[in-house]
């Protein structure tokens, strides 16, 4: 797992540790040592803690603006033991919804597994930014984690699948990347 990167293209338009805004300001990111670990595997530096043993993030772009955040995680999302959405929900989200960020496009690629329990923090992130006209997408996230979400009742808060499933999202520049999403949902859910 140290050898999986968060993806660093996009560093030239964001990088949260010099944003003042960001929940991850000012953290300096020594490259030379692997402290953090996921079940006794060590993973990259650059990956960011969110509060939780077993889901670690990056934020790869953010447009205060707009109110967009490009999220992209790492490990295992365990709602049963670790509440990893609630670590995500109140120290990460809460923050964010403070600078009235309301579209969240979540990347999980290195999403290896999801234990679910209750949907009352997914059903609150996705009530705050319903309220202001955003959403919750996910891209890449395996075909067993999407049907475990689906077990839990997950999508009816989170966007995912079909025209949403970008394999390709490397390809695009931030910005292009959200219109993308964007016009997908759209055309998903009528927007205000």
Same mark, same amino acid.
Request: aromatic share 20%; net charge negative; hydrophobic share 35%.
């Given at each position: 797992?140290?050898?999986?990167?968060?993806? =660093?293209?996009?560093?030239?338009?964001?990088?949260?540790?010099?944003?003042?805004?960001?929940?991850?300001?000012?953290?300096?990111? &020594?490259?030379?040592?692997?402290?953090?670990?996921?079940? @006794?595997?060590?993973?990259?530096?650059?990956?960011?803690? +969110?509060?939780?043993?077993? +889901?670690?993030?990056?934020? +790869?772009?953010?447009?205060?603006?707009?109110?967009? $955040?490009?999220?992209?995680?790492? @490990?295992?999302?365990?709602?049963?033991?670790?509440?990893?959405?609630?670590?995500?929900?109140? &120290?990460?989200?809460?923050? !964010?919804?403070?600078? &009235?960020? &309301?579209?969240?496009?979540?990347?999980?690629?290195?999403? !290896?597994?999801?234990?679910?329990?209750?949907?009352? =923090?997914?059903?609150?992130?996705?009530?705050?930014?319903?309220?202001?006209?955003?959403?919750?997408? $996910?891209? @890449?996230?395996?075909?067993?984690?999407?049907?475990?979400?689906?077990?839990?009742?997950?999508?009816?808060?989170?966007?995912?699948?079909?025209?949403?499933?970008? +394999?390709?999202?490397? $390809?695009?520049?931030?910005?292009?990347?959200?219109?993308?999403?964007?016009?997908?949902?759209?055309?998903?859910?009528?927007?205000?």
């Amino acid at each position: 797992m140290h050898q999986i990167e968060p993806f =660093y293209s996009w560093d030239f338009y964001y990088n949260s540790s010099i944003d003042e805004n960001s929940p991850i300001y000012g953290k300096e990111y &020594n490259y030379d040592l692997y402290s953090e670990e996921i079940y @006794g595997y060590f993973i990259d530096p650059a990956w960011d803690y +969110l509060g939780s043993e077993t +889901l670690y993030f990056k934020i +790869l772009f953010m447009d205060y603006d707009q109110g967009i $955040a490009i999220l992209e995680f790492i @490990g295992e999302w365990n709602d049963a033991i670790n509440n990893d959405i609630m670590h995500l929900k109140r &120290n990460i989200i809460d923050h !964010f919804n403070y600078y &009235n960020i &309301n579209k969240y496009i979540l990347i999980g690629e290195n999403v !290896f597994n999801f234990h679910g329990s209750d949907d009352c =923090y997914y059903e609150e992130w996705y009530e705050e930014v319903d309220e202001n006209g955003g959403w919750i997408v $996910a891209i @890449g996230f395996r075909e067993f984690v999407i049907e475990e979400w689906r077990n839990y009742d997950i999508d009816s808060y989170i966007n995912f699948g079909g025209d949403l499933e970008i +394999l390709n999202w490397r $390809a695009h520049k931030p910005l292009a990347l959200f219109q993308k999403v964007e016009s997908i949902i759209r055309r998903r859910i009528p927007l205000t």
